[in-house]
Structure formats: structure tokens, C-alpha cells
């Protein structure tokens, strides 16, 4: 009574419904009544209903539906004791109690029983030439009764009784640790065959074979259930929401979003004692955040996974009481982390490299399928299509990719002097370098780049826009054998327009690529224009239709990416460009933004050897971070929102944007394959920190602003006011765009997305006047930026797909976490990729308070 069974329901009548028990033989008949076939609930009626529908279909296919129920009652159909042969019981059952975990749990031990009388018994029987049933019966039932004896007996006796054997896993104990356990033959035959040997009455050659045979295929289960198995469980520790609801208390330490305190959490418990036959535990990376806990021992205990059930338990109280501690208390128990930095940053000077630091950023941009990544792939070396969804969609470009490289000079200016490219191998350390073109005299590195392809298609424009951000120079793409500027790139040529660094001239450049098929169209010509002439002819055309943009009178390079013609000109183009400056001047302006996050620990990763997450990005400013900086991440986390303090009329109530910025250690400084100890403005460069890795997984910290938190621009939202509107007419790109008018495109209540440098924000228009050139928008998630800065709107046409449809200037908004009015020591200091845009009326000595400022703003925009 009280024991879970499974019951194979066969028949049922207005009553209830009646079944057997398959891992009790077939002797045995259960009922269960009709108010207790399905658990206790709401619904129970109708669930019956279904149950009783569910069970007639099953046995309409004569195939029984097995369900798990708890005994209640136990009648014998013999009057001889459960230590003799028994012919049966009567049982009657209730569904009303059972859980789903309890059911799941006794099914699974239910189908190893059948699966034993399969493979073994019944194997055992054929082979021996016994009735099957016979066989059941003596090695698997009667072992079963045996063990209910014995558990009664425990209990009349009042002592503490092992889980082990517990009468569904009788058989299983029984075959295993008794039958194969044994060395004769005829021991088992005692065991399995009681009766003949109490009666005095030799065993025949059936029942002899039967044992023989038994006892071989129990020692083969013996010898595979002793191999070691391993046991493992999967958790989420100090993930993304975990951190976010730490951070989110007051008072909560600035470790809780770093690696370190995962590991000191973590790594205590690798001491823990295993059970004894079991390997020490191992703590894995399984994911951001989720970590694999693993032993290894026999298969056949239970007291593994009751061990990483109690470890994990541990884990989680153990993350919760550290998280919660003050700052002080915090760093106590975490350890002196940040020790040694000091005598590092003492010692770095003589360590800079930022000479193998690329020099600057260069745009790829263009309509799709121009051409843009085999360019990169013919100047680099590199494909940037590296993320499993592009190639996926066979090379497509998708995210932002990325690839340094190196523009070389003969040395021999008067005999040669020929520029050429030089992927990441080819500049290794060490490596002469000899002229690619007269492949006779060595060869100098004028200029290092890093290329940032951007992709192609109208609905990736606000990945474009997030690249943009970077750019000191621009490649413009643009196919020989199609019209120039399409549409889209049209799009593309006014994103750069927030990039100030474009705003001057010689900055972009034009490459005609696919010059091969105007080749062969010059071949098939009835006109007589040479190749040349037809590429010239594509270049005066598209410099007619480029006059008004930032592309205007720029140099145009035929080139034929594919065989690595016409790349010397783009080389000596680059090389021309100048260098961005910097100083190792530490109170010097630098902001660090990021274009991407991710988690560089690979599934399978030790506790011990798990490094914090990675953000790669851009510096801006003359000045330059270190290995060892602490530095700090804004907006960081958005935790909720907040009354703002700033209204001083009580009546008024308005809410901000709470959020908590990060702080973070720089451990490491990489550009592609090589370590610096400083990193410049200037190229791509990636900072190892030691922020939490499951925050900087997926790319979650793109947009945000790293720097020393004295020259962090504010946090704003949810309210942004713009003004200095200007809207963009670039014609139509669909169906859908073209029939509608500049003013439609930009309205109030219509959907919009923000960039502000790599920061992408989404948001709906509050007000807008097109006269006064105003507009508020209310932002969904908090943007980190300087006052006066280029914002670019795009608007959306359709659901899901937006367009650039104008620029504005960021004047002022709610302000939720305070920051630099502009880049500190030097206000001409301005980011190379949205330029601070003052009006040219405003005198900087005349400049009013914020409030009042918004005040008139909004009578304006009112107006």
C-alpha cells in the first residue's frame, strides 16, 4: 500500500476502469475507480472524459495504455503466505495524487524491467528451451514478492529500511547483484528454483540449461553496468538576469558583473569531497552563464547526481549571499583581484606597441552583391563572413565584419615604387618583406588599416549604421555594369554623413568593380569604345549623380577583385591618407566604442582557465587606454525606472530610465592576431576585461561607451529632444517608400530607431514640427551620448523595415545618470565618428541652463 505501480488498462464500464500490473506478471488484476483516474484539479470532469476517450482508442488498437498510480488496497486471491507462490491480488489504485516527475520516474524503471525480461530473461528461457512465462515468473515475479516480504517484515519490526531494493527495481537488484554476482551455476538454480530443492526433487535439464544461461548474460550486465559513467547537470549561474537583478538592489557590489566573482563562487566547490568510486568534480563553461558540472562512477549509483543536486544548491545559495553583500564585505570574500596594477601600469611604458596598431578604420560600403567582401577578401586576405547565419546564406553579409591588413612601398621609389597589400601572415614578425611587383627589393609598411564590411541590403541598414560610426575613410563600391548610385547606396552615402571624419575632403573613394565584365562588353562593342572608355564613361556619370553628397569629386578605381587587378592605386590612395594622432598623456580625451561583445570561452572550458568577456570597438580622442585601466560602461544595465529628480514641481511626476553602469579591469589588448599593451585611436582593436562573459555574449554591449567615467558623455532617455532636422530625399527603394511623401515618413506616434555612433536605439516620435525643425522622441532603451551630437533617424516604411530619413542634432532630452557636457580638456575634441555640431549663432559663453533650455524647446516644438 502506498507504492507507485504501473497499470496497463485493458478494459473500463460506467464504474471506472481495470487494468494489470506487467511488472507484477499477469496474475494480478487493478481497478481504478472513475473519480480517481486522473489528478486533482480544475477541470476533472472533462479530464475523466478525455482519459476514458484516450483509453477506448488504445484499446481499440489492442495495445493497453500504461499509467502510473499509487496502491491503496491489497486483497490476496490465495490464502497461502507472500512467502509462497502467490496467485494473485486484487489492487485497487488512485491516479489523484501522483505527479508528473513521479510518473515519468516510475515508467522509466518500469521499461528497464521489460527491457531485462527481454534481453535476458526470455533470452536466458529460448536458449534453454523453458517456457517464457515460466521464466518471468521465478526470475523476475517472485523476486518482487520476495522483497514486499521483506520490506513488511522491516516494518513490523520498526527499522530504518533501505530505499535499495524497492519492489519495482526487485528484478533488476535481483539479476544484478545476486544472480550475476555468483560463480556456479547451481547456486542460482537454488536461488531461482526453491521449490524442487525443498521437495527433495532433482531439477530437470531445462531448468538446469535456464540457470546456466541466466547466470552468463547477468555477469555480461554485471561487467556493463560497472563501467564508470558520467554524471552531469547544467546551470544558470550569474547569468545575464541574475546579474541584472544583483545590480538592481542598492548597495550592490560592482563585482557582481565580473568574472571574478563567478569563479570565486565556483571554484571553492571543485574541493568538495565526491562520493567514494567517483572522480573529483569538474566545473565546465556550457554557455553564457551556464556552466556543466560533472563527475564520473559506477552507472548503477544513485548517489551521484544526489551529489550535484547538493553542489548545485550550494552554487546557487552561495551566489545569492555574495551578490547581496556590501562593497567592502564583497571584495573581502572575492580577494584582491586588482592587486598588481600599479607596478603594471609602471612598467607599461616600456612595453607600447602601438605601432602594430592599424592606423585607422576604413568603410566598405555599397548596394549588395556589388562586390564589397571580395574586395576586402582581395586587400586582406580574409573573408569576413565568419558568423554561422551568413554562411548559412552562402556568403551573404549579415553582421559587421571585420579584417586588418597593411599597405606596403617598395623601397626603390625611381625603378619601382609600387604600393601594394599585406594580410596578417604576411606582415608577421620577423618576416622580410619584399616588393610584390618587382619581387626583387625589399619593401616598407607605410600604413596599417582595419576594413569594416558593412552589409548590402535595405533591411540590414541599421547594422550599417552601428558600422558607420567608425570610419576615418570610405571605399564606395560601386559595379561597373550597373547605374551609380542606386537607391541603396544612395542610402549609404547619406548614413556617412553623421561620420564627421568624412566631412572632409579626399576621404572616400570610389572602386568600380566588376571592370572584367565591362572588358568583355567592350569586346562584343559595335561602337568601337574601348574598356576604358566605357569605364570612364560609368565614372563621369556617377560624378554627375554624386555632386551633393559626401562622395563629391572623389577618385574612382577600376578594379577585379577576384584576380587582384587595379588594387595598387587603393593601396597608394590609403597610404596618402593622414594618421590620427594620439598622446600617452593620461588625462587625455578617449572614449572607447563598442561595435561588438562576445564570450570568448569555448563550450567545455575549465572553471579555472574562464577569461570575462570581450568588446571590440573604436578609440576616439588624442588619448590612449592601457592593459590595467579601469575603465567603465555606459548606460551598462537598464534595471527599471526611476522618479526623475531634476522636475523641482512635485505635482509633475516624470520617470527616467534606472540604470547602473559597469565596471571593468582592461586584462588584454588585442588588433586581430596580435597582443598591444596600449591601444591609439585609431583601427579596430579588442579589449579582454573582466566584466561577467554571459554580459558581452551576442553582441548585448554593442552601442554602449567605455571610458574613464570623468569623461563619459550622460545617459539620456526616455526622452530625447533633436533639433537641426534635415531630411533626406533619397528617392524610392520600394513600392511602399515611394508612395510616400518626406513629411509622411517622419510623423507623430511613428515608429524610429536612433544612431549615435554604434549606439542603435529604438523609439516612438512624441512631437514633431518640420518648420521649426524639431522633434522629441521617446526612447525604449537609454542612449549615452554627448549634447550636440549628429544623431541619424531611420523611419519605418512598412513593419519591420526602416529607412534613413533624416539627420538631427542631440540638444538635450532626460537626463537619467550624469556625464561630460563635451569631451573633456579639449571642447574642439570631437568623436571621429559623430562630430559635436554647434549652431553657428550660439556663442559657448552664452549658453543657457539645461532647464531652460528645454523649456523653450518644447514652446517651440509646442508652437
Known amino acids: 500500500v502506498g507504492s507507485l505501480v504501473v497499470v496497463a488498462c485493458d478494459r473500463f464500464d460506467s464504474t471506472g476502469v481495470w487494468g494489470t500490473l506487467p511488472d507484477w506478471g499477469p496474475k494480478h488484476n487493478v481497478y481504478l475507480p472513475l473519480g480517481s483516474v486522473v489528478r486533482n484539479g480544475r477541470g476533472q470532469r472533462k479530464r475523466q472524459a478525455d482519459f476514458l476517450a484516450k483509453t477506448k482508442k488504445f484499446i481499440a488498437k489492442k495495445r493497453p495504455m500504461q499509467v502510473v498510480a499509487e496502491v491503496k488496497t491489497v486483497e490476496m486471491k490465495s490464502s497461502r503466505g507472500v512467502d509462497e507462490l502467490i496467485d494473485g491480488f486484487e489492487i485497487t489504485a488512485s491516479r489523484q495524487l501522483v505527479s508528473e516527475e513521479e510518473e515519468l520516474q516510475t515508467k522509466a524503471e518500469s521499461q528497464w524491467i521489460q527491457k531485462a525480461a527481454t534481453l535476458i530473461v526470455d533470452k536466458a528461457a529460448a536458449t534453454a528451451g523453458v517456457s517464457r512465462s515460466w521464466a518471468r515468473q521465478v526470475a523476475l515475479y517472485d523476486p518482487y514478492y520476495q522483497s514486499l516480504k521483506e520490506t513488511n517484515d522491516d516494518e513490523g519490526e520498526d527499522k530504518e529500511t533501505d530505499n535499495e531494493p524497492e519492489y519495482v527495481s526487485a528484478a533488476k537488484h535481483f539479476l544484478v547483484n545476486k544472480v550475476g554476482r555468483l560463480q556456479d551455476s547451481t547456486v542460482v538454480a537454488s536461488l531461482i528454483v526453491p521449490d524442487s530443492l525443498q521437495h527433495g526433487q532433482d531439477m530437470n535439464h531445462g531448468e538446469v540449461k535456464f540457470a546456466r544461461e541466466l547466470l552468463k548474460l547477468c555477469k555480461k550486465e554485471v561487467e556493463r553496468t560497472a563501467q564508470p559513467t558520467s554524471f552531469s547537470l547544467t546551470e544558470l549561474i550569474g547569468g545575464p538576469q541574475s546579474v541584472l537583478k544583483a545590480k538592481a538592489e542598492p548597495g550592490a557590489p560592482k563585482a557582481v558583473c565580473g568574472v571574478t566573482l563567478a569563479k570565486a563562487v565556483l571554484e571553492p566547490l571543485l574541493d568538495e569531497e565526491t562520493p567514494e568510486g567517483f572522480s573529483p568534480l569538474e566545473i565546465t563553461v556550457a554557455g553564457a552563464g551556464k556552466f556543466k558540472f560533472t563527475i564520473i562512477g559506477p552507472k548503477t549509483s544513485k548517489e551521484g547526481m544526489v551529489f550535484l543536486n547538493d553542489v548545485l544548491s550550494k552554487a546557487r545559495e552561495k551566489w545569492k549571499r555574495v551578490a547581496s553583500l556590501p562593497e567592502e564585505a564583497a571584495s573581502e570574500h572575492i580577494g584582491g583581484e586588482a592587486s598588481g596594477i600599479a607596478d603594471e601600469n609602471n612598467a607599461r611604458c616600456s612595453q607600447i606597441r602601438m605601432e602594430e596598431q592599424p592606423d585607422f578604420n576604413i568603410g566598405i560600403i555599397g548596394d549588395v552583391a556589388n562586390g564589397k567582401s571580395t574586395m576586402v577578401h582581395a586587400m586582406s586576405g580574409k573573408r569576413t563572413q565568419a558568423h554561422s547565419s551568413e554562411q548559412q546564406k552562402h556568403g551573404m553579409t549579415i553582421r559587421l565584419g571585420f579584417a586588418n591588413a597593411a599597405v606596403a612601398c617598395c623601397r626603390d621609389e625611381k625603378e619601382c615604387g609600387s604600393y601594394f597589400f599585406l594580410s596578417e601572415s604576411d606582415m608577421a614578425d620577423g618576416k622580410d618583406l619584399f616588393c610584390q611587383t618587382c619581387k626583387e627589393r625589399n619593401a616598407d609598411i607605410v600604413k596599417r588599416v582595419s576594413f569594416i564590411d558593412c552589409p548590402g541590403h535595405a533591411e540590414l541598414m541599421t547594422t550599417m549604421l552601428g558600422g558607420c560610426a567608425a570610419f576615418d575613410a570610405a571605399l564606395f563600391v560601386a559595379a561597373a555594369n550597373a547605374p ?239 533639433d537641426g532636422l534635415e531630411l533626406i530625399d533619397i528617392g524610392a527603394i520600394s513600392s511602399a517608400m515611394g508612395r510616400r511623401s518626406l513629411k509622411e515618413r517622419l510623423k507623430k506616434g511613428r515608429p524610429v530607431v536612433l544612431h549615435c555612433g554604434s549606439s542603435t536605439v529604438p523609439g516612438v516620435v512624441k512631437r514633431i514640427s518640420l518648420k521649426q525643425g524639431k522633434v522629441e522622441v521617446h526612447m525604449k532603451q537609454p542612449l549615452c551620448a554627448f549634447q550636440n551630437f549628429k544623431i541619424a533617424i531611420e523611419a519605418e516604411e512598412r513593419p519591420g523595415l526602416f529607412s534613413l530619413v533624416a539627420h538631427a542634432t542631440l540638444r538635450d532630452g532626460t537626463c537619467c545618470y550624469d556625464g561630460a557636457n563635451e569631451p573633456k580638456n579639449d571642447s574642439s575634441i570631437q568623436d571621429s565618428s559623430t562630430e559635436a555640431i554647434r549652431d553657428g549663432n550660439e556663442d559657448d559663453d552664452s549658453i543657457e541652463d539645461d532647464q531652460i533650455r528645454r523649456v523653450r524647446f518644447l514652446e517651440e516644438l509646442q508652437t
Open 484 to 722: 551609380c548610385p542606386s537607391p541603396q547606396a544612395r542610402q549609404h552615402l547619406e548614413a556617412i554623413k553623421s561620420c564627421q571624419a568624412l566631412s572632409d575632403k579626399g576621404r572616400v573613394a570610389i572602386v568600380q568593380t566588376k571592370a572584367e565584365l565591362i572588358a568583355k562588353q567592350a569586346q562584343k562593342n559595335l561602337g568601337g569604345l574601348s574598356a576604358s572608355d566605357l569605364l570612364a564613361h560609368h565614372a563621369n556619370a556617377a560624378t554627375e549623380q554624386l555632386k551633393r553628397t559626401v562622395a563629391a569629386n572623389s577618385p574612382f578605381f577600376p578594379a577585379c577583385a577576384p584576380r587582384g587587378l587595379g588594387l595598387q592605386p587603393i593601396a597608394k590612395w590609403l597610404a596618402s591618407l593622414p594618421s590620427n594622432t594620439s598622446t600617452l598623456d593620461k588625462t587625455a580625451h578617449r572614449l572607447f566604442r563598442v561595435l561588438r561583445s562576445f564570450d570568448v570561452n569555448r563550450v567545455g572550458t575549465n572553471i579555472k582557465n574562464m577569461g570575462g568577456g570581450v568588446l571590440g570597438g573604436t578609440i576616439s580622442g588624442p588619448g590612449v587606454i592601457h592593459k590595467g585601466d579601469i575603465l567603465e560602461v555606459r548606460p551598462g544595465l537598464l534595471v527599471g525606472m526611476k522618479p526623475n529628480s531634476d522636475v523641482e514641481d512635485e505635482s509633475k511626476t516624470e520617470e527616467v530610465f534606472d540604470v547602473r553602469p559597469l565596471q571593468l579591469r582592461c586584462e588584454g589588448i588585442m588588433t586581430g592576431k596580435t597582443p598591444l599593451t596600449t591601444a591609439k585611436s585609431g583601427g579596430l582593436v579588442a579589449l579582454q576585461t573582466d566584466l561577467n562573459p554571459s554580459l558581452c555574449a551576442d553582441d548585448r554591449l554593442v552601442g554602449a561607451v567605455v571610458g574613464p567615467s570623468d569623461m563619459l558623455p550622460p545617459v539620456w532617455g526616455p526622452a530625447v529632444f533633436l
